[in-house]
């Protein structure tokens, strides 16, 4: 028996979600719902010169509100993507915002939205200590996000992940009322979405669910949340990727793209603390980072979570439920999806080891690791993932 003193943390959970298909023709009611006039729309280029944004505008536009697009993000959304935003939004006099798009146009509009009217740098927002606090919550403008990728869930988070140019680091923003008002969840919005992409995105919701199951701390209910996304992503993610078309299993992904950044609330860890400097410093792909490093973190952990994953290899029905049935399967599925196996297979070299290493130790996510982390470890962890060496 454990000591009760220990069972104490604080819980957030997820907010209003339109989920389902045919759900963006509630865009411009949600859009009022939450105050807005003159929204401004923040997407990426990409989906900029899609049917489905125009669409987007024209709904609302049909609907008498002032929305106006915006479409400078890269990837991995950069502080000048951030900047930009923020200048458009006070130039069109907008109201609020809405999110549309992947990870890097959710986590971009809604650090748009939060700081532009802050007398106060995005950076210095940054999820360290009580850094948020620092921030006018009476100024944060009004968020509506529409996911249009399963992997992020950015939807249901409160942070955004921004890269600071000044110093290579990606700065993880974060504040309570980061937290999209409301969601509209569309799986028809995610249909074109590339095999690759889908693979890609969707390991990134099971390195949430499983970082946040693994991290230490007491939130039974991220933990439940996050072993039933896990179950729903090995079911569901390899039908979306090789049925892209198939309404259902995008649903199903979506569901579980958001019940990972619902969970991840209780932590992650060094999947993400290695995976978020070599995003920053290859330009590599945020999701396929992760499923990159995952068996290789597994690993490194093992000490520290060999009963959990006793638990959730029998849940996910694993055969004899245990570390090396969840670690096989893992490798299994990256395989099928078509997921490399190292990352020199994804164009990372070792000669940024020490600065890869050094960031590594500072993210934020070092912290809910399972296993404490130390440079010499971290290196020889980041070696092996970079040469595709699991012991």
Known sequence: MGD???????WNFPTQVLFGPGRIASLPAGCRSLGMARPLL?????????????????????????????????????????????????????????????????DA??????????????????????????ADPEAIAPILAVPTTAGTGSETGRVGVILDERDHIKKIVFHPKMLPGL????????????????????MDALAHCLEAYCAPGFQPLCEGIAVEGMRLIKDWLPRAVHEGQDVEARAYMLAA????????????????????????????????????????????NRTAI????????????????????????VLRFREELGIPHSLAEIGVDDSRTDEIVA??????TAPTNPVPLEAAPVRRLFEDALAGRLA
């Open 4 to 10: 009760a003193a220990d069972l104490k943390s604080n």
């Open 42 to 106: 923040v997407t990426d280029p990409g989906l900029a010169a899609l049917p489905m944004i125009a669409e987007a505008l024209e709904l609302c536009r049909a609907d008498g509100l002032g929305v106006a697009l915006f479409s400078e993000v890269k990837g991995n959304p950069t502080g000048a993507n951030v900047e930009a935003g923020i200048a458009a939004f006070k130039a069109g006099g907008h109201d609020g915002v809405i999110a549309f798009g992947g990870g890097s146009a959710l």
């Open 109 to 134: 509009g809604k650090t748009i939205a939060f700081v532009a009217r802050q007398s106060r740098h995005w950076s210095e927002f940054e999820d360290r200590g009580t850094n948020w606090k620092l």
């Open 183 to 202: 969601v509209i969840s569309d799986p028809e919005l995610t249909v074109g979405l590339p095999a690759k992409l889908t693979a890609a995105t969707g």
């Open 257 to 300: 793209a958001s019940m990972g950044s619902t969970a991840f609330q209780k932590g992650l860890g060094a999947i993400h603390s290695l995976s978020h400097p070599v995003g920053a410093l290859y330009d590599t792909h945020h999701g396929l980072t992760n499923a990159v490093f995952m068996p290789y973190v597994l690993q490194f």
């Open 306 to 329: 060999e009963a959990k994953m006793q638990r959730l290899a029998a849940w996910l029905g694993l055969g004899t439920p245990g570390f090396p049935a969840f670690l096989d399967w």
């Open 359 to 364: 960031m590594a130790l500072d993210d934020p």
